[in-house]
Each structure stands twice: as structure tokens, then as C-alpha cells.
């Protein structure tokens, strides 16, 4: 398959799904969104990954190129064809095909989390507490029409849905490296967030939590993502 991928952020890319996409045969071609850069012609593209980013869905005065972006998601999605968006891409599925996004109510969520997952294609062969990484301020509200809840937590009630047979959203991250924690400290939005959860001078423990648990946190990327590969390539035979 061929995957188009919308970059928010240089730091927010596929990172370990990378190594999925090699191992299976599968290409992908990056769009950073936050550059300038255009979306192009989405003809040979067989599904859609868009990544996070410390933007927020309501700042399209400030980023206006989230209007085609989420004009791009809801249409891509509306034909049936097969997305999955982490964070930031989690929300702009919400967003873009009638949910709502907005600020948590409490305080942001940083570092690692353990999510409790339901049944679904997508997590066959995860375990139900599934290990994640945490890094965002904003949370869906509410789910667009027909879409299925996956996965809640007391400090985001929706950290994962589905919409038809094919479009994901997950709120939580496992397509980390070992340089992701310090690539997003370094981004102003991600350490002012991190500062508010964690204090001053938090990074280095963000940084040894995600160490600990990367093994857990890269078995989950692989097993979700392989998932998802097998979702889309039924979507595609079945169009």
C-alpha cells in the first residue's frame, strides 16, 4: 500500500511504524502540514496516517491549512477509505466528521498511561490494559454520529474510537523511539504542558519512564499497526 501521511510537527512522525511499513512492503510519503506544505493529489494513495501536533483543531486563524486538512479527513473518510490518526490526529477525525473537540477539563495528561481497551480488530492480540504514552491537553468531547467508543479512561473519557469499518482514532501514543520524549520536550507547546502536570526539570524522569516501559510500548505499536494494515487491506479488496 501506498500511505500519505500529514505531519504536524517534524518530531511527530510514524516513528516505530516505520519499521512495520519496511517489514511488510508497504511506502509512505510525508506532508509537513505546519511547513507549508501541499497535500498532494490523494489518487494512488491507499490509506491516510496523520500524527499529532501541538496545534489545536480551533486554531485555523493561526494554522489555516487546517481547514483543507480536516475538509481532506472528512471527505477521505465519508468514501470508506482507511485512516488512522494518533493525538492530534485522534481529534481532527473527531473534528472533521462532526464531533467536537475542546480543552480537558482537568489538567493535561503527560507520560506513560495504561488505557483499558475494548474488543476490536484493531487491538486483537493487545493487551486489555494496554500500555500508551500521554502527551496532550485538548480531548474529544464529543464522537461523531455512528461512531464506536474503543477505549475510556477517567482522565479522557475517549481515548480511542472508530468510525465504519476502516477510520481510527486513538488519543495515545506507542509509535515511539527512543529519541521521541526528548524531540517533544523540546517543541515550546509539549514542555510548557509538561510543566504544568509534572514541574520544572521533569523531562529526564518522562524520559526513564519511557525507557522502563519501551518494550511494552513497542509491542503495542507493532501489534496495533500490523492490525490496522490488515483492516485496510479488507477495506480496499471489499471497495
Not at 481510527?168 to 502536570?197: D, I
Amino acid at each position: 500500500m501506498r500511505i500519505l501521511v500529514f505531519q504536524h510537527a517534524v518530531s511527530e512522525h510514524p516513528g516505530s511504524f516505520r519499521d512495520v511499513m519496511a517489514r511488510e512492503g508497504h511506502t509512505m510519503q510525508a506532508v509537513e502540514l505546519d511547513e507549508g506544505e501541499a497535500i498532494p493529489p490523494l489518487d494512488g494513495f491507499d490509506m491516510l496516517l496523520v500524527m499529532g501536533g501541538p496545534m489545536d483543531v480551533w486554531e485555523t486563524g493561526k494554522h489555516p491549512w487546517l481547514h483543507e486538512e480536516m475538509a481532506v479527513i472528512g471527505g477521505w473518510v465519508k468514501a470508506g477509505k482507511p485512516y488512522l490518526g494518533l493525538c492530534f490526529g485522534h481529534q481532527l477525525l473527531a473534528q472533521a466528521c462532526g464531533g467536537h473537540v475542546a480543552l480537558m477539563e482537568g489538567r493535561p495528561e503527560v507520560g506513560i498511561a495504561q488505557v483499558p481497551l475494548v474488543a476490536d480488530p484493531i487491538f486483537a492480540g493487545v493487551p486489555e490494559l494496554c500500555t500508551c504514552f500521554q502527551w496532550h491537553g485538548a480531548e474529544v468531547k464529543r464522537l461523531p454520529e455512528g461512531a464506536v467508543l474503543l477505549a475510556s479512561s477517567e482522565a479522557c473519557p475517549i481515548q480511542a474510537f472508530r468510525l465504519g469499518d476502516s477510520a481510527y482514532g486513538l488519543q495515545f501514543h506507542m509509535e515511539l523511539t527512543h529519541t521521541t520524549a526528548a524531540e517533544w520536550g523540546a517543541l515550546p507547546e509539549y514542555a510548557a504542558a509538561l510543566e504544568r502536570v509534572r514541574g520544572p526539570g521533569s523531562l529526564p524522569a518522562i524520559q526513564a519512564e519511557v525507557a522502563e516501559n519501551y518494550a511494552a510500548l513497542n509491542a503495542a505499536a507493532d501489534r496495533i499497526f500490523s492490525n490496522f494494515l490488515r483492516i485496510a487491506e479488507g477495506a480496499l479488496a471489499a471497495a
